[in-house]
């Protein structure tokens, strides 16, 4: 078949269009946006608007939608990390604002320590920017409540936690847990839940359990561009730190000035949003589902591998913190293949017409260990449409069965 998603603009610019068998990534664009996304956005770019109204009427619509007080539109979840640690650091003191990142210094004076469990930092570089310390608790294998109890001094600032499945899955304080010694000792919290979408109601989840703010990406499950995010705020406390953000970013000055969010983006990512919570989110899993049964079945009886489909329906997982979509699992014999290592195969795919990507594992063969001789490839259905489980079916099945990595003797 003729692959129908290219881009006459990147071949021009001498690069290919790729498959998205990897779900969202922000090394691969994060999303495609849908035509209704795209057509609110052309809408918006051929008139001017009040930057701070619009920021105000979109955050309320956002906020209603997803059953939160209030909403604030960044420039990606990352952004909201740096944005939430600030306005927990600072509040409402025009003082400390003008601070910030700078913080060790009257009049914060040091209260800037940001408490979160050691096996859910991942970002930490977002919360420095906003002049947070973090303070690791307990350690990579986990942690317990009297650990975080024990860490809160009068330099904490506030309490965060991370909510998605590239950290470790082990030793947790539960995330209510997390939010109610938070309220105990009338610290900020803040969750960073980037990717936890879908199921809907993860959009409210972390703030029913108790926390000020949740951090969502706009560019991931949601669909909409991809540098655009979410900061959602729940309680008296969210409200007012989401007007702190909103003080102190753009278009007016701050530290939030360069997390400048342009008119088409903001309604683009408020249509992907209503987009999103229009679907029947059972049809649409159940649809994903057909897909992944599909690539299951296309690939099943290829020597030297084992292929199976991880619901990831909060039952059967590839990480309690998947987002609920299905995901086909295919275990490679890398010794029957004559596979050294992983980044053959990845490649053999990418270089196809269309390329195809996987998502790549930071540490290869991490179930397994590194010196076994099997591995694990995860094809994503979330972003696969009509066609392209095909091509990724046949493409992989060939690469499997005709070995390019291999050299004839």
């Known amino acids: 078949m003729t692959y129908p998603y ?22 691969l664009g994060g999303t495609y946006l849908e035509p209704e ?13 009040d930057l ?52 060790d210094d ?24 906003g002049g947070g310390r973090l303070v690791p608790v307990g350690g990579p294998l986990g942690s317990r409540r009297r650990d975080l109890e024990d860490a809160i001094t009068e330099k904490t ?17 539960p995330f209510a847990e997390v939010a109610k010694t938070a309220k105990k000792h009338d610290l900020p919290s803040i969750c960073d839940c980037a990717g936890a979408f879908p199921p809907y109601a993860n959009l409210h989840k972390l703030t029913d359990l108790g926390f000020d703010l949740a951090l969502f990406s706009g560019g991931k499950g949601l669909r909409g561009p991809q540098n655009t995010g979410l900061i959602l705020g729940e309680g008296e406390r969210g409200r007012a730190l989401i007007q702190a953000i909103r003080e102190h970013s753009a278009p007016n000055q701050g530290i939030g000035r360069g997390f400048k969010v342009s008119k088409e983006c903001i309604v683009g990512l408020v249509a992907a949003l209503e987009l999103s919570l229009r679907r029947d989110e059972d049809a649409e899993y159940a649809r994903q589902m057909a897909t992944a049964e599909y690539l299951a079945t296309q690939l099943d009886g290829v020597a030297g591998v084992d292929v199976c489909v ?23 014999d890398k010794e029957a293949l004559g596979l050294l290592t992983m980044q053959s195969l990845y490649a053999a795919l990418r270089d196809g017409d269309p ?21 694990s490839v995860f094809l994503f259905t979330y972003y696969l449409r009509d066609g392209e489980a095909q091509v990724v079916a046949e493409r992989l099945k060939r690469v499997l069965t005709d070995r390019p990595w291999v050299t004839p003797r």
């Open 52 to 103: 701070n109204a619009l920021l105000t009427k979109a955050g309320e619509r956002v906020a209603t939608l997803c059953q939160v007080d209030a909403a604030y539109i960044t420039t990606g979840a990352a952004a909201g990390i740096t944005l939430s640690v600030a306005a927990a650091i600072a509040g409402r003191d025009e003082r400390k604002w003008r601070q910030l990142p700078f913080t």
């Open 157 to 173: 600032a506030a309490i965060a936690a991370g909510y998605h499945y590239n950290i470790v899955p082990c030793g947790w304080i």
């Open 310 to 332: 991880v619901p990831n329906d909060g039952q059967a997982y590839e990480h309690p913190l998947m987002a609920r979509t299905p995901v086909v699992r295919v275990d490679v």
């Open 6 to 27: 290219t881009s006459q603009v990147l071949e021009r610019l001498g690069l290919r269009s790729m498959i998205n068998a990897c779900n969202w990534s922000t090394v």
């Open 355 to 375: 390329g195809i990507y996987l998502r790549f594992p930071r540490v290869e063969d991490r179930e397994f260990g590194p010196f076994s001789r099997r591995a």
């Open 37 to 49: 996304v795209l057509q609110a956005m052309a809408d918006v770019s051929q008139t001017f608007v």
């Open 106 to 129: 009257p009049p914060i004076a040091g209260r800037n320590q940001i408490l979160m469990q050691a096996s859910q930092i991942a970002y930490p570089e977002q919360f420095a920017l």
